[in-house]
């Protein structure tokens, strides 16, 4: 079954630290674009980092300086790691694979999600 799988999400207090696992199965994530995004309550999806197949990074202006992504191709996944966390860091936070070398508008795999809370 081609699938991701999303891990490491939990409960941190305000300025800790998570980090975020997302691995594949069914498939090899070197040859696709992988993007973390999120979702709260009624709020948009927000993309807020993407790794390219080449490992170029981007993010978003509200995590920027605070998450890292990368890529480990002989363990199938990829990390987000968080750090300085805020309460509005509070989301579900998703995966997306794209086969190619950047990320776009629409991804070929999602995984389920994991919950990220930041309270204290």
């Known amino acids: 079954q081609l699938q991701l799988v999303e891990s490491g999400g939990g409960l941190v207090q305000p300025g800790g630290s998570l980090r975020l696992s997302c691995a594949a199965s069914?498939?090899?994530?070197?040859?696709?674009?992988i993007a973390w995004l999120r979702q709260a309550p009624g709020n948009e999806r927000e993309r807020i980092s993407c790794?390219?197949?080449?490992?170029?990074?981007t993010y978003a202006d509200s995590v920027k300086g605070r998450f890292t992504i990368s890529r480990d191709n002989a363990k199938n996944t990829v990390y987000l790691q968080m750090n300085s966390l805020k309460p509005e860091d509070t989301s579900v936070y998703y995966c997306?694979?794209?086969?190619?070398?950047?990320?776009?508008?629409?991804?070929?795999?999602w995984g389920q999600g994991t919950q990220v809370t930041v309270s204290s």
């Open positions: 997306a694979a794209v086969k190619g070398s950047f990320c776009g508008l629409t991804y070929d795999y």
């Open positions: 069914g498939f090899t994530l070197r040859y696709y674009a």
């Open positions: 790794i390219s197949i080449g490992g170029s990074t």
